[in-house]
């Protein structure tokens, strides 16, 4: 599997490949938003999330996949660090503000800023009609945003600080992305970094849940609660490691953008599982952001 995924790099197969698991993971990661920000409280969410795919990647970190070449363990480090900030931040974010107005900045800001990181780290470059469907892309999900915050009607008082802690999130899905780029393309077996990447990765978070679990008046049902996390742990592993593939297959920066389609997935979830009202607007915001990843891959 590997040697086959290997022989795809720099291919037009692989490109068509890249396309496909980016399209893959935007829908996979509206899922996982609305399992994290859904229900429970979204620290104990991604907790149970966290503890779940770490649990599942253990066994094949340690005794299926070759073991990681010894320039990879700094890079394992930078991976945790960056992630545990990101996943600190995006809990915050979810605590404060509604999920279709909190979503959809936390994935614009990614795309763009993954862009410009990919030009400095790989040395990609976006032709001027590219950047036109980034620029539609962005209009429609910063757009997406800004409607739901104008007919919000709960947690306005929060409203600032999870709009704050959102844009900064973005940052970081951009940071994660880039890096977590140069890392899988740093070592021989891509499955390898995966494997290992899941297992440490979910180290942070487990005991942070548990800990606030205990403190709480009414602690949730633990089941339930780890039911959930079976879930997203599973919808996890096909999510991150369907965009981590396409960027070692193909464009980092094209991944990114095609990813943030998620905001049409996440809007559709958001009306259909949480109900949050869409209406006509929306859906033409939503065909904005379709459109933006149309040109981008076009204009490629």
């Known amino acids: 599997m590997s040697d086959w995924l290997i022989s795809l790099e720099g291919t037009e197969a692989g490109h068509r490949a890249a396309l496909l698991l980016a399209l893959l993971a935007a829908l996979l990661h509206a899922v996982f938003g609305a399992l994290q920000k859904g229900r429970h409280d979204p620290w104990l969410s991604r907790g149970a999330i966290d503890a779940s795919y770490a649990t599942m990647a253990a066994p094949f970190a340690l005794f299926v996949v070759p073991w990681p070449e010894p320039h990879m363990w700094p890079i394992f480090a930078g991976v945790f660090v960056i992630h545990v900030i990101y996943k600190v931040l995006q809990a915050m974010a979810y605590t404060r503000g509604a999920y279709t107005v909190v979503y959809p900045v936390v994935r614009g800001m990614g795309p763009l800023f993954t862009v410009i990181g990919a030009y400095w780290l790989f040395g990609e470059t976006f032709t001027l009609t590219q950047w036109l469907g980034v620029g539609v892309l962005l209009s429609g999900i910063f757009g997406l945003a800004i409607y739901n915050m104008m007919f919000l009607e709960t947690e306005r008082e929060t409203l600032k600080s999870a709009l704050a802690l959102a844009a900064l999130t973005g940052l970081f899905v951009a940071l994660y992305t880039t890096y977590d780029a140069y890392g899988i393309r740093a070592t021989a077996d891509p499955f390898t970094f995966l494997a290992w990447f899941f297992m440490i990765d ?3 978070m487990p005991p942070i849940a548990y800990l606030r679990w ?3 008046a009414h602690p949730p049902a633990p089941l339930p609660l780890m039911a959930r996390g079976i879930v997203g742990g599973v919808v996890a592993f096909f999510s991150f490691g369907s965009v981590m593939l396409a960027t070692r297959l193909d464009k980092v920066g094209e991944a990114a953008v095609l990813r943030e389609t998620s905001t049409v997935f996440a809007a559709v979830i958001g ?24 040109i981008v891959e076009m204009g490629g």
């Open 202 to 204: 979910g180290l942070f």
């Open 271 to 294: 009306w259909v599982f949480l109900k949050e009202t869409v209406g006509p607007r929306r859906v033409a915001l939503m065909a904005l952001i379709a459109l933006g990843a149309v």
């Open 214 to 216: 205990r403190r709480m």
